[in-house]
């Protein structure tokens, strides 16, 4: 990911515009400028908003360069803009939700709409001075879609019961043929194009055939004739439209039969591409059910339940064995196992004591707790888990943005080719009208983008759903995709391959006392500081079921170590300088020990009294459990590149290159060079970069992609991948799910196009009919849709 200057936004409005064309040219105009990142100028609200470098612009020279081509600037403070959020029901494809999305764009005060139809979730940002909410819930209604408002507590509480039981039902069973709008609308197709070919085969009068052909065709068809006429208002030309086009050309033409199979089989076709986004819709949904609509909470004396919403950040909440934690806290009482894999992904339940931070959505196990709230209802990490999967599902990879511009300019070509195969024989080469143009009406079937445009969205949000599963979030089908094809990747090593604390490693002898006896001194001197080392001396104590006495005479010496009474003798524990300051000798022994344990990037701690060395102690950072395991499985999955870049001593840096596996490091790195390094290697391919999340930024933010495995609060705001509860294992399955989604997404494209090419061609010579064409068409469609859906079910088997 590349790192970019700051930028700043102006907004403006500008007067004198006669046209659509005026736009344009301020538009480009304005590109021309140095610093000028953006410019949109919309024709319709006279508005203008350019982002741009301040180092190398200012407001002064944007405003001159529109004004001298003749054009009013008038600079004025940006509206108060006011964002709608709401699900649209009834979307059937992608074109679908890109109609919504392009006729909300025509209205007047609406600054930006985005369309989500992984989700059905739609997005409006407005100016209530130029619209109002009503007009814009109106104008997608009259498209014939529904609209119903996203509630506040969904991130956290979900969906209410009955709604979440209809929703469910939704894809699940025979219940959806009856009671929903499309399941209904197949069986009466079906039926009238049952009924039609029975009376034809009985030789009855040709009305009554086609009257049953004509009701199949109106229950079903007319959604699809809807959609593709404000479509076409919208200046698109989606596959409602060709559809459309397609079913009426058939009737002008007498062949009732294929027109009403062609309505029949596009709605089952859409349908069931429904059907199946609608299980990764689902999984969105589990998670908002993962956290109870109410919460005990202590109110004086008293315990109350109260709706999640209405509890502030500081209430105490009571948390008893068996119930789900309905917000983020820490514990203040109490003593409890915590089932966290909804939120982590961790299968084993992770013991909670006083301090002790615990998450929404999870199952309190075994204790009574008291949890102390520390976000409120819409700030929880599984609310913002929730948010991170909706905008990641609905973000657009760089292959969908390369489909979605081919199938802009494709489809009016299809168009035009279309009219040129129906009019074109017929008036230069007096062949049969009804001929071509029923060819040019299957040219128009086949040609429909439906499976081209939806190869690769299906995956993405397949695969984004798959991995929120295993605990691996990628915000976005970009970083979705890079990840794929990296070649190459970094790992930051303190906090990262590392624990980011000292641990002991080892406990040497140098006189008459055992190693037991050097670590129980030691531990029991520092039981009273704060220093990290002397942390890890008395856990490697208490550790080795060592029992501590409490020193006399205590003294801390800044810099050196510590000296105090025990068993009433003093001793010394610390560095060099601290035993030279005291007098007491170094043995050639004692030297040659302190630098073998140096050499091997390990922190020495000597421990002696007067006039004699007892012995020392090596401490070093200590290396992730895991983390050995986790670059052999990246080797597996093929990354043949991997490189450790620290900062930390080179006798570090190859102690824990050793340790977890890894030939190639970079150590003594100041954060500049990190980067630097991470330019190096993009040089020669794809970089992705593991940190912790906190340190080492600038390096995160010149990779490709960058993974973070700190803690979830700041890694859930600094990288491109999160792997929530820090397991470095899941590198290796996000990398194979990213690959497999690459190879998912290219064999989806080259069937799409591969497909219509062949089909096309039998089509223009006649080999092949409107009901073979929309079979085609239809076929390709679920093809790809279930090659997509594959990547729901890809598992974690690597572990």
Not at 300 to 326: C, D, F, H, K, Y
Not at 523 to 531: G, I, P
Not at 652 to 658: H, L
Not at 757 to 776: E, K, Q, R
């Amino acid at each position: 990911m590349n790192s970019t200057p700051s930028l700043k936004t102006l907004q403006a409005l500008v007067g004198g515009m006669d046209c659509g064309g005026c736009a344009k040219t301020i538009e480009a105009r304005l590109k021309q400028l140095t610093g000028v990142t953006e410019a949109e100028v919309n024709f319709a609200t006279g508005r203008l908003s350019v982002s741009y470098d301040p180092k190398l612009l200012n407001e002064t020279a944007i405003a001159e360069r529109v004004t001298a081509l003749g054009y009013t600037v008038d600079v004025a403070q940006p509206p108060q803009l006011k964002t709608l959020q709401a699900l649209v029901g009834g979307m059937d494809c992608p074109s679908c939700a890109k109609t919504v999305q392009a006729n909300l764009m025509q209205i007047p005060g609406i600054t930006d709409a985005s369309v989500n139809f992984a989700d059905g979730k739609l997005i409006v940002s407005y100016d209530p001075g130029q619209v109002e909410e009503t007009f814009i819930k109106t104008r997608i209604q009259k498209l014939g879609y529904t609209v119903e408002p996203v509630e506040k507590s969904t991130p956290v509480t979900g969906a209410s019961p009955v709604k979440e039981k209809t929703q469910k039902q939704d894809f699940i069973g025979w219940r959806f043929w009856i009671s929903s709008r499309q399941g209904q609308s197949i069986i009466f197709s079906g039926l009238g194009l049952l009924l039609g070919v029975i009376t034809q085969q009985l030789a009855l009068p040709i009305w009554i055939a086609r009257a049953f052909y004509g009701i199949g065709m109106a229950v079903a068809g007319f959604p699809i004739a809807r959609a593709g006429w404000f479509a076409l208002l919208s200046r698109q030309a989606d596959m409602n439209l060709l559809m459309t086009i397609s079913a009426i050309g058939a009737v002008i033409l007498g062949d009732w039969f294929e027109g009403a199979l062609v309505v029949f089989l596009f709605t089952l076709g859409t349908t069931l591409q429904t059907f199946t986004f609608g299980r990764t819709r689902n999984a969105i949904r589990n998670l908002m059910n993962l956290t109870p609509p109410t919460a005990t909470v202590k109110r004086g004396n008293q315990e109350v339940s109260v709706r999640v919403e209405e509890i502030q950040v500081g209430e105490i909440l009571t948390i008893r064995p068996g119930q789900r934690l309905a917000l983020d806290g820490i514990v203040i009482s109490g003593n409890s196992a915590i089932d966290q894999s909804p939120i982590t992904g961790e299968s084993i339940p992770e013991d909670k004591a006083p301090g002790s931070h615990v998450f929404a959505g999870t199952l309190n196990q075994t204790g009574f707790l008291e949890v102390e709230v520390t976000h409120s209802s819409s700030d929880t990490t599984v609310a913002r888990i929730i948010h991170l999967v909706e905008t990641a599902q609905g973000s657009r990879a760089p292959t969908q943005q390369w489909v979605d511009r081919f199938a802009s300019i494709y489809t009016p070509i299809v168009l035009l080719v279309a009219v040129g195969i129906a009019l074109i024989p017929p008036l230069v080469f007096a062949q049969p009208f009804t001929v071509w143009i029923y060819r040019a009406l299957v040219m128009l079937v086949i040609a429909c983008p439906c499976a081209l445009v939806i190869s690769t969205p299906v995956s993405i949000v397949s695969a984004i759903g798959a991995a929120t599963r295993q605990g691996v979030l990628f915000k976005g089908g970009n970083a979705l995709e890079i990840a794929g094809r990296m070649n190459t990747f970094a790992f930051d090593k303190t906090g990262t391959l590392t624990q980011g604390l000292p641990v002991v490693q080892k406990v040497y002898e140098l006189g008459n006392a055992d190693t037991r006896k050097v670590l129980l001194i030691a531990a029991s001197l520092e039981q009273q500081s704060e220093h990290p080392l002397a942390k890890a001396i008395v856990t490697e104590a208490l550790d080795n079921g060592l029992e501590l006495q409490t020193p006399q005479n205590f003294t801390a010496v800044p810099g050196k170590g510590i000296w105090g009474t025990y068993s009433n003798q003093i001793y010394f524990v610390g560095n060099r300088r601290l035993f030279v300051d005291h007098d007491v000798p170094l043995s050639q022994e004692a030297v040659a020990l302190l630098d073998e344990i140096e050499s091997q990037g390990q922190i020495p701690v000597l421990v002696g009294k007067r006039n004699t060395l007892l012995g020392a102690i090596a401490l070093a950072d200590g290396v992730r459990l895991e983390a050995s395991e986790a670059v052999r499985l990246l080797k597996q999955v093929g990354l043949k590149h991997i490189v450790m870049l620290t900062g930390d001593r080179s006798t570090v840096a190859q102690r824990i290159a050793q340790q977890v596996g890894l030939t190639e490091y970079l150590a003594q790195l100041l954060p500049e060079d990190k980067q630097q390094e991470v330019y190096r290697l993009r040089r020669s391919g794809v970089v992705g970069m593991v940190g912790d999340g906190i340190n080492d930024a600038p390096a995160l933010a010149a990779a490709d992609v960058s993974f973070a495995v700190g803690g979830i609060d700041i890694a859930l705001e600094t990288a491109d991948v999160v792997l929530v509860g820090g397991d470095l294992r899941r590198l290796a399955y996000a990398v194979d799910l990213s690959r497999r989604t690459v190879s998912v997404i290219q064999q989806n494209v080259v069937l799409s196009l591969v497909t219509k090419g062949l089909f096309l061609l039998l089509g223009t010579f006649g080999f092949v009919g409107l009901a073979v064409a929309v079979l085609a068409d239809m076929g390709t469609s679920l093809l790809v849709t279930a090659n997509g859906m594959r990547l729901f079910r890809a598992k974690n088997n690597q572990f």
